[in-house]
């Protein structure tokens, strides 16, 4: 993928999913189904079953949905998309893009401006855990974490490769 500026779309809407959340919405969706059956033959201890599975299907199949986990890219800034939540962050408040290793693959990683950091007591903590980082994506999107990164870094006229072999997690 390029990722020059005269080649960058206005807006870059990049999906992705977490592994497995396809087999754990199937094991809530068996489980509600196994209490209805029960409730259904005259067991009332299938109203348990229905009461712990039936609302995690529902959440868990909202999250496989492709906007439920969605990272868009334009010239102000980034935003990160989740099932129930969405949080935007401009380009002006990240000082480095670069990845980190995380546990099983590496992640980009993001370090913001002292000014958006001061407010936030952990922030040192989390930065020296994270190699100079402060915050990692949840997912990369379909891309290898260095890619997006620079994608990242070419949408926020950020320069540099910037990497850490610090793990994460």
Same mark, same amino acid.
């Given at each position: 993928?390029?990722?020059?500026? #005269?080649?960058?779309? @206005?807006?870059l809407t990049l999906s992705g999913h977490r592994q497995w959340s396809g087999l754990w919405f199937g094991v809530a969706a068996m489980g509600?189904?196994?209490?209805? $059956?029960?409730?259904?033959?005259?067991?009332?201890?299938?109203?348990?079953?229905?009461?712990?599975?039936?609302?995690?299907?529902?959440?868990?199949?909202?999250?496989?949905? !492709?906007?439920?986990?969605?990272?868009?890219?334009? #010239?102000?800034?980034?935003?990160?998309?989740?099932?129930? +939540?969405?949080?935007? $962050? !401009?380009? #002006?408040?990240?000082? +480095?893009?670069?990845?980190?290793?995380?546990?099983?693959?590496?992640?980009?990683?993001?370090?913001? +401006?002292?000014?958006?950091? @001061?407010?936030?007591?952990?922030? @040192? @903590?989390?930065?020296?855990?994270?190699?100079?980082?402060? +915050?990692?994506? !949840?997912?990369?999107?379909?891309?290898?974490?260095?890619?997006?990164?620079?994608?990242?870094?070419?949408y926020g006229h950020i320069d540099g490769p910037q990497t850490s072999s610090t793990t994460s997690e």
């Open positions: 993928m390029s990722t020059e500026k #005269s080649s960058l779309p @206005a807006t509600a189904a196994s209490g209805a $059956v029960m409730v259904l033959g005259g067991a009332w201890a299938g109203w348990f079953l229905v009461v712990i599975f039936a609302p995690s299907a529902v959440v868990l199949g909202m999250s496989l949905r !492709p906007q439920s986990n969605e990272l868009i890219l334009d #010239s102000s800034g980034y935003t990160i998309k989740s099932t129930f +939540r969405s949080k935007t $962050v !401009p380009w #002006s408040d990240v000082e +480095r893009i670069g990845t980190v290793e995380g546990v099983k693959h590496r992640k980009v990683a993001l370090r913001f +401006r002292p000014s958006v950091v @001061a407010s936030d007591p952990e922030a @040192a @903590a989390v930065a020296s855990a994270l190699g100079g980082y402060h +915050r990692t994506l !949840p997912l990369t999107y379909a891309l290898e974490a260095e890619e997006l990164a620079d994608v990242m870094r070419s």
